[in-house]
């Protein structure tokens, strides 16, 4: 059963640049579409944005500005990267699979373990 | 972006019996060309990551328990637990992939009675 893993600073400073990895435990980047989501402490869930392996993407329009998706077949991992960030960007950090595509509509699963970022000096 | 609403945001049901989180989207998440509605279901439990439940509306994910299931189409869903488990213990969360922004609705927080 594949597994996903989040990885990446869990302190960054206001203005700088959030940066994560999300390894993929098999082989499986070329058959998926592949999910960066986030969740403010107690709060509910925001999806930030998708790539496809051939590095088709597409981005919440509420972030899209400062976020880049990134993919790296040869490593088996996908990236995001989110500049100029605020305290409202403190979140876990989740990276998912999307099976059952229909074309690019496809739901979330499996789901990362997801990784803590806080923005603090 | 498509607004998904679920209620209640919180519920206390009894060991063995029915619960029934309903979610309602803006506008329709069914795409005629594949008469699919494109709506999943997720359990979160608490320190976890968000794990899917049901995808399609009703298609009930390898490994769920059957107790499980979906309902609804076009802008009206409900997810059913037939009879509630100590382990179903959990926010659950309805989100649309019809469109992007994908979104989710705000949960709805699971208790034991």
């Known amino acids: 059963q594949v597994q996903l893993q989040e990885s990446g600073p869990g302190l960054v400073t206001p203005s700088e640049t959030l940066s994560l990895t999300c390894t993929v435990s098999?082989?499986?980047?070329?058959?998926?579409?592949w999910s960066w989501i986030r969740q403010p402490p107690g709060k509910g869930l925001e999806w930030i944005a998708y790539i496809y392996y051939s590095g088709f993407t597409k981005y919440n329009p509420s972030l899209e500005s400062r976020v880049t998706i990134s993919i790296d077949t040869s490593k088996n991992q996908f990236s995001l990267t989110l500049s100029s960030v605020t305290a409202a960007d403190t979140a876990v950090y989740y990276c998912?699979?999307?099976?059952?595509?229909?074309?690019?509509?496809?739901?979330?699963?499996?789901w990362g373990q997801g990784t803590l970022v806080t923005v603090s000096s | 972006d498509i607004v998904m609403t679920q209620s209640p945001d919180s519920l206390a049901v009894s060991l063995g019996e029915r619960a029934t989180i309903n979610c309602k989207s803006s506008?329709?998440?069914?795409?005629?060309?594949?008469?699919?509605?494109?709506l999943a279901w997720y359990q979160q439990k608490t320190g976890q990551p968000p794990s899917l439940l049901i995808y399609?509306?009703?298609t009930r994910e390898s490994g769920v328990p059957d107790r499980f299931s979906g309902s609804g189409s076009g802008t009206d869903f409900t997810l059913t637990i037939s009879s509630l488990q100590a382990e179903d213990v959990a926010v659950y969360y309805c989100?649309?992939?019809?469109?992007?922004?994908?979104?989710f609705g705000q949960g709805t927080k699971l208790e034991i009675k």
């Open positions: 506008q329709s998440v069914f795409y005629s060309s594949t008469s699919k509605n494109y």
């Open positions: 399609w509306a009703s």
């Open positions: 989100q649309q992939y019809y469109s992007t922004p994908y979104t």
């Open positions: 998912a699979r999307q099976p059952y595509c229909s074309g690019e509509r496809c739901p979330l699963d499996p």
């Open positions: 098999d082989d499986s980047i070329p058959y998926y579409y």
